[in-house]
Nanobody
Framework: QVQLVESGGGLVQPGGSLRLSCAASGSISSNYRMGWYRQAPGKQRELVAILGSLSSPVYADSVKGRFTIAKNNTKTAVYLQMDSLKPEDTAVYFC?????????WGQGTQVTVSS
């Protein structure tokens, strides 16, 4: 059983930056994808960015050019650098792992963009 723990959320003004981190513990295969989803109040959870073990990153159109996803080579962490934040980026951000057919979620971290 893989456990995912997010950190780095908080309150930031519009135009500011935050960096989210997700630490993974447990055994992960070589066929995996790690990424970030978010859920705003009253809305469905949506993909923000995802990065596979052998593939290029995929971003939601709404964050392209502003967010950057990265992972370390030991499969233990994934990061989301968020720049030029907008109020509409306010949501709970969840770390996600797809590992050879199994899906794991973190508990979520709140990001609030407000002046």
């Amino acid at each position: 059983q893989v456990q995912l723990v997010e950190s780095g959320g908080g309150l930031v003004q519009p135009g500011g930056s935050l960096r989210l981190s997700c630490a993974a513990s447990g055994s992960i295969s070589s066929n995996y994808r790690m990424g970030w989803y978010r859920q705003a109040p009253g809305k469905q959870r949506e993909l923000v960015a995802i990065l596979g073990s052998l593939s290029s990153p995929v971003y939601a159109d709404s964050v392209k050019g502003r967010f950057t996803i990265a992972k370390n080579n030991t499969k233990t962490a994934v990061y989301l650098q968020m720049d030029s934040l907008k109020p509409e980026d306010t949501a709970v951000y969840f770390c996600n792992l797809w590992d050879n057919g199994r899906t794991s979620w973190g508990q979520g971290t709140q990001v609030t963009v407000s002046s």
